[in-house]
């Protein structure tokens, strides 16, 4: 019977090799088609690769893209971006968690439980900030009294229609400005003589003897001294000035909720003695106060000038991370306190719904001490700034344009923005950069 069987077709042991065996070639088979795509594939990436492989050196390696060196020291970096005025600042501070504390502080008075403060917050000093507050108070003498001699050397130049401000020996031709009759002058800057004022932008405060006493209202607001921010801030922080009195706190203040329950009374403040170091503190008149330096001595005062102003810059920093400074989220009024002061000076975006109020949000560095970003100009003797090859400049803060004019030495933190490590090309070479 099995004979039969086996002349009747291939026995088992046939089909299972001859399936064996088709199975084998047809996987050989696969194999060699996907092998093939794949180096079709990677043939056709690298074809494309090598079209853009001049640009290879602008890319960071993978391995070195979450390296700490990559991120200390970039080739290039840009500007913070340029707020539109028909809009509200945003919260430095996420919304979330200001709704999270005012919720908090919502639930304890609720309760009765007094709202837990700290040092400055309710009323007293931080000891370990007092140095630092004298240390930035004189560091901004300094920088006043440097700015004043480097401006008889290092000419600037500020746009008489809007706020464009440039160091060089003539202004630039970089059509960007968005003032009065703009269109008609094909956005071109009428440049005129710069002063103190276009370097170190005026950011006022009032003064206040008792900041955690009685409001500032709009009626009021003649009787209150108006002093730059910085100077204020430091008063506040333990700075004694004979001119501008301030009240010190030997008990903290209570507070349940948003409500006063004790602020130690209110005290009267007390006559200031002005005299003639209040111009010390502020830039008027400073051109005329100090006169040109040497010229051996430029250098000098350019860097000294420049450290002045990075210790100014490291010291409000630091104070503003204890002590409240609060700014308005629409135009650059700052009020250094635990709230903003009630004068109705507003007059940015939709100011007519809010009757001219401010509208107070917690302050950053660059509202304090703005920095006023300009373009920065390699030779100061060479050829004007042109448009065509605005995307080759690169900016700093004015401050350290015009040390660096005068001779100091770049600060490595300022060299990515400045962008020294790209060659400006000339016109006709500017068309073949991709």
Same mark, same amino acid.
């Given at each position: 019977?099995?004979?039969?069987?086996?002349?009747?077709?291939?026995?088992?042991?046939?089909?299972?090799?001859?399936?064996?065996?088709?199975?084998?070639?047809?996987?050989?088979?696969?194999?060699?088609?996907?092998?093939?795509?794949?180096?079709?594939?990677?043939?056709?990436?690298?074809?494309?690769?090598?079209?853009?492989?001049?640009?290879?050196?602008?890319?960071?390696?993978?391995?070195?893209?979450?390296?700490?060196?990559?991120?200390?020291?970039?080739?290039?970096?840009?500007?913070?971006?340029?707020?539109?005025?028909?809009?509200?600042?945003?919260?430095?501070?996420?919304?979330?968690?200001?709704?999270?504390?005012?919720?908090?502080?919502?639930?304890?008075?609720?309760?009765?439980?007094?709202?837990?403060?700290?040092?400055?917050?309710?009323?007293?000093?931080?000891?370990?900030?007092?140095?630092?507050?004298?240390?930035?108070?004189?560091?901004?003498?300094?920088?006043?009294?440097?700015?004043?001699?480097?401006?008889?050397?290092?000419?600037?130049?500020?746009?008489?229609?809007?706020?464009?401000?440039?160091?060089?020996?003539?202004?630039?031709?970089?059509?960007?400005?968005?003032?009065?009759?703009?269109?008609?002058?094909?956005?071109?800057?009428?440049?005129?003589?710069?002063?103190?004022?276009?370097?170190?932008?005026?950011?006022?405060?009032?003064?206040?003897?008792?900041?955690?006493?009685?409001?500032?209202?709009?009626?009021?607001?003649?009787?209150?001294?108006?002093?730059?921010?910085?100077?204020?801030?430091?008063?506040?922080?333990?700075?004694?000035?004979?001119?501008?009195?301030?009240?010190?706190?030997?008990?903290?203040? #209570?507070?349940? +909720? $948003?409500?006063? /329950?004790?602020?130690?009374?209110? &005290?009267? @403040?007390?006559?200031?003695?002005?005299?003639?170091?209040?111009?010390?503190?502020?830039?008027?008149?400073?051109?005329?106060?100090?006169?040109?330096?040497?010229?051996?001595?430029?250098?000098?005062?350019?860097?000294?000038?420049?450290?002045?102003?990075?210790?100014?810059?490291?010291?409000?920093?630091?104070?503003?991370?204890?002590?409240?400074?609060?700014?308005?989220?629409?135009?650059?009024?700052?009020?250094?306190?635990?709230?903003?002061?009630?004068?109705?000076?507003?007059?940015?975006?939709?100011?007519?719904?809010?009757?001219?109020?401010?509208?107070?949000?917690?302050?950053?560095?660059?509202?304090?001490?703005?920095?006023?970003?300009?373009?920065?100009?390699?030779?100061?003797?060479?050829?004007?700034?042109?448009?065509?090859?605005? #995307?080759?400049? +690169? $900016?700093?803060? /004015?401050?350290?344009?015009?040390? &660096?004019? @005068?001779?100091?030495?770049?600060?490595?933190?300022?060299?990515?923005?400045?962008?020294?490590?790209?060659?400006?090309?000339?016109?006709?070479?500017?068309?073949?950069?991709?």
């Amino acid at each position: 019977m099995e004979h039969v069987l086996s002349l009747g077709g291939p026995s088992p042991t046939i089909l299972g090799s001859f399936s064996t065996r088709w199975k084998q070639a047809n996987d050989s088979i696969s194999s060699l088609f996907f092998d093939r795509c794949h180096q079709g594939t990677q043939e056709r990436h690298w074809s494309q690769a090598s079209k853009f492989s001049i640009f290879a050196c602008q890319t960071p390696a993978h391995n070195r893209r979450y390296s700490k060196k990559w991120f200390t020291h970039p080739q290039n970096t840009d500007l913070p971006p340029v707020l539109p005025k028909n809009k509200k600042k945003p919260y430095p501070i996420p919304l979330k968690q200001i709704l999270q504390t005012s919720r908090a502080d919502k639930k304890l008075a609720e309760m009765g439980i007094e709202k837990p403060l700290e040092p400055p917050k309710n009323g007293l000093l931080v000891p370990e900030l007092i140095p630092v507050a004298y240390d930035v108070l004189d560091a901004w003498k300094i920088l006043i009294k440097g700015l004043s001699q480097l401006l008889h050397v290092v000419p600037v130049h500020a746009c008489s229609e809007c706020s464009e401000v440039h160091v060089g020996q003539t202004g630039h031709h970089i059509q960007n400005c968005h003032g009065p009759n703009s269109a008609d002058r094909r956005s071109f800057h009428l440049w005129v003589k710069g002063s103190i004022d276009d370097v170190l932008l005026p950011i006022e405060s009032y003064h206040q003897y008792d900041p955690f006493g009685t409001r500032i209202k709009h009626d009021t607001r003649f009787d209150y001294d108006r002093i730059p921010a910085i100077v204020e801030l430091c008063i506040q922080a333990g700075v004694e000035l004979p001119q501008y009195p301030s009240r010190r706190r030997t008990q903290p203040i #209570r507070m349940l +909720g $948003k409500k006063m /329950i004790d602020r130690g009374g209110i &005290v009267a @403040a007390p006559k200031p003695q002005h005299s003639g170091d209040v111009l010390e503190f502020d830039t008027q008149r400073a051109l005329e106060r100090f006169p040109p330096p040497v010229d051996s001595d430029v250098v000098e005062i350019a860097q000294s000038t420049l450290n002045a102003y990075e210790k100014v810059r490291w010291g409000v920093t630091k104070l503003m991370r204890k002590y409240t400074v609060k700014a308005c989220g629409y135009c650059p009024e700052v009020h250094v306190g635990p709230w903003g002061h009630n004068a109705k000076l507003c007059g940015e975006f939709k100011h007519q719904w809010r009757d001219g109020k401010h509208g107070w949000q917690d302050a950053i560095v660059d509202e304090v001490f703005p920095p006023n970003y300009v373009w920065h100009v390699r030779d100061p003797n060479g050829p004007p700034l042109k448009s065509s090859l605005k #995307r080759f400049y +690169g $900016k700093a803060p /004015i401050v350290v344009e015009i040390c &660096v004019q @005068a001779g100091a030495t770049v600060p490595n933190k300022y060299r990515p923005m400045m962008r020294l490590d790209i060659v400006v090309p000339d016109n006709e070479e500017a068309r073949l950069v991709a």
